[in-house]
Structure formats: C-alpha cells, structure tokens
C-alpha cells in the first residue's frame, strides 16, 4: 500500500491540474460571450458607457486684513463649447460678492470693508472639458485681410506685445515662407518660438525682452508669439487659464489664439501643441491680463486646488437600461464613486494575492492592504499612509501603557479603538486646521479597519516582538501602494464599470494563483543559492 500512495498523490494532483484548467477556462469563455452580448446588446456604441473626467477645482485667496478695505479681483472660468463649467461654490466669510462681464471675460470681486485678521476666500466649480484639434486649411493666404475695425483689438502692439519694434518686424519678414501661405508662416512662428528656453520669469515678460533673452516663461513666449503675427497683420490674443493636473499648484498657464479662417486657432508653444488645446486645459481669460489683482500689502496667497473625478456621461439617462449594473446603481440613486471603489476591490485582491503566494511577502490580515488602499481614496496615497500608520504607533505606545495596568483582553482593546477613534477624529481636526485637508481626511478611514490593524500590530508585537510587528506593517503599506494604484487607475475602472463580466476573469486569475506551488520569491531569495549548491555538488 505504502509503494502506491506517491503514484496515487501524482494522479490526484493531475485530476486537480485538469478540473483548475476547464474550470479557467470556462470562466474565461464565458467572460468572452458576456463581452460580445453585451457590445451586440448596445451595437457596438460603448461610447455613451465611458464615464466624464470632470475636474474639481477650487482657488484658495488668503490675505491677513488690517482694518482697512480689501479688494480681491479674479477671472472666472465661462462655459463655451469646448468647456463646461457647473457646480459652482462660494465662501467668503464677511466679505461681499459681485460678478460682472470684463469684455470677453467674467470677473469675480470680493470687498471687505473693514477686515481684521486672517481671511480664506473660497472659490469652487467643476468642469469638464475636451480637447480639440484644428486643420488649417492650406489655401489660406499670409495677408493683411483685416483692415476695418473688427479686431483691431487684436492687431494693434502694446507696451508688452511690441509688434512694431524693428527687430520684430525683421524676425517676422526672415521667417515668412516663399509660398505666401498662413500655415507655413504659422509652423515657421512656432518653431522658432518653441525652441526658445524656458525660464519662470516673476512678473511681465514683454515680447522684445524675450526675443532679445532667447528663454522666456508661457508668458514671454506667448507674447512674441502674438507679436509676430500681429507683425504681419495676422489678429492673434493671448488665453490665460490653468493646466488641470491633480493636486495643489501655484502656477497659471497662457498660450495664443490666433484668427484663421474664420476661427480662433489655439497655439502653445511653451508645451508643443499646434492648433490644438488639450483636454486639461481650462480657459480663465482672453487679453494680456493679470489673473490675481489684490489690495496691496495684505500678505496676499493664493492656491488651486485640482482633483480628478470619474462621473456618468450625461447621456447615461437616455441609455439607463443597456447599462446593466451601473444602470441599476443609477437608477436607485448610488453614486458613482461608490460603485467604482466596490468593483475594483476584486482587483486590487488580485494584487494582495501576487504578493503573499507568489512573492511571499507577508501582511497583516488577508484583505486588509486592499481595504486601506480603498478607503485612502479619500486621503490620498502619501497622506493616507502618513496617517494610518501614525494611528498604529499611537495603538502601539497606548498598548505598552495599558499593559502596565495588566488588563483583560477584551477592556484594553476597547481602550485601544478608543483612542484609535479619538486621535482619527482631533488629529483630523487639527490637520484641516493647518491647511492639510488630505490628512484631515483621515477620520473618514473606516474606524472598523484601523481597529483591526491596530489590534493585530500590538498583538504582533507581544508574541513576535516589535520589530517582527513593523516589519510587517512595512510589507503591508507596500502592499498597500501597489493595491492603490491598482484600484485608482482610470483605465481600469472605465473597463471594469463597462464590463463588470470582466469580474469572471478576475475569479480565474485568482484561481490560477491559487495553484501556484513553486517557490515563492522571498523563499527562492533566502533558498535558492542552497538548491544551486545542491545541484553542483550532485
């Protein structure tokens, strides 16, 4: 009996292989029908299935009143047809507000008149925007077809845009091409300006000076941009707006438009986008103007603050029923963000399951590196982090407290979330306090989550000792990240949020993984040079 038992283990163990392989595989066939049904169910047109990025933008004015008036002046983003801007906020405390058209443009003003102390004037919106690209038409002339008024605006030089200047209009003449036309002109304008350097001047940075430099910042190139086609009777304009990259920024953006063919083209030569405009750019203004006009000697600061959102497109009304999961939370009211952190969490499992069987490194708990990753969403990667393992400390030094006072189990831990619960709250508190909203967000972490962790890291450090139990708490926010990322990627929720069958794929992979019987990578780390060994010696 004893001879038969390995030949018996052997077959066992190809008849498991075989019922892993059809069971993958029939997850897998099915994953694939569901796709074509659901694609022949909406004719091919997902498009209306791809959720909106749509931008969160808020601007941040701080000034330190005195007493005295107080003047905040702002350009205001409109909506046009490449650009919607919605869900506008405001605060302004005791100030007031007014907002009023300036030309083309919308202002917003924020008086006070007699403000004393630190001051925080709130402005927030959300738009969403698309990027456009142009053909110029090449039968467009290089001429001076705009001699009435209508944009005599945007033809005549000023004190920064010297369109005039002798060395101007020279470099203007050098660079018109032979064959008279505007987009040849144009290619000639922006290569030459686009190879300029980049420096960020402070304050104005006038055509001349620019040229006469070689390096200039947006505004420098943008301005010898303007100059040379006014130079040659071309209407051009400056645009002044923001680049929509998440997170907080100090920095505004202006770039070119110019007339051609009836429509105002845009041109960035600082970036490299011939007439085209990106997806992120958000328009403020038109002119050569000053975004931030304040009263001075105020200690006037000023911050965006940008975040990138997932939302349903608008015409998801119109399609609620080809929708199928995502139709059902629409239509019962769920948001959308919650449906998007339900639906990545199998993924990101996936990620947790790579690292405790294939690479061997291990975690506190089975799932909890994904359930933090989903729930620093709020906080952010790098603040999230921060502040959950700051909790963990606190858990550990209150932990070498109480044990002094040799209680049972069941009261310490319940000190423990305690505390837990009371530092989530005061040091969320006192983090939004000091203008770091992303930490404050910290008492949002499910309380049920850090409790655990917390509960499991102070248990670790009595039976394995402390540097067993921060080793580990290590390994899991670097599992954490991973599984963040995961969670967070935009492609991979519009995917998953238009093909929740993808769900079955996710199901094989973790099957197949749930096979693995070679050597994990720590074990063939710490082994490997002893198998090696072995092998030679043989």
Known sequence: MHEGQPGSSRRHARRASRRVFWTVFALLASAAALVVLHLQTLGFDMSFMVPDVVHDVTVLQTFDGTGEEVRLRVFLPETDPRQTVFDERNAWGDLSFTATADGANRVGEWRGDAAVGEHTVTYRFSVRARGIRYDIAPEIPLVAPHSDTAHAHELSPTDAIQSTAPEIVALAERLSPTSGRLVDYLHAVFDHVSGFGFRPFKGTTDALTALRLGEASCNGKARLFVALMRARGVPARLVGGVILTAGDKKTSHQWVEVLAGGHWIPMDPTNGHFAEIPHDYLTLYRGDEVLF??????????????????????????????????????QIGMPLDLLKVVIMIPLGAVVVVIFRNVLGVRTFGTFLPVLIAASARHTGLVWGIIGFSSLILLASLVRRLTAKLELLHSPQLAVLLTVVIGAMLFGGSAAVDAGVVELGRISLFPVAITAITAERFTLMEVEDGAWKAWSTLFKTMVVVCFAYVTINSLSLQILMLAFPELLLVVIALDIWLGRWVGLRLSEWLRFGPLARTKEATA
């Open 293 to 330: 006009r304040h009263t001075a000697d105020i200690g006037y600061r000023y911050l965006f603050r940008i975040k990138r959102e997932l939302v349903p497109r608008q015409s998801i009304e119109q399609n609620k029923a080809a929708l199928g999961i995502w139709g059902f939370f629409a």
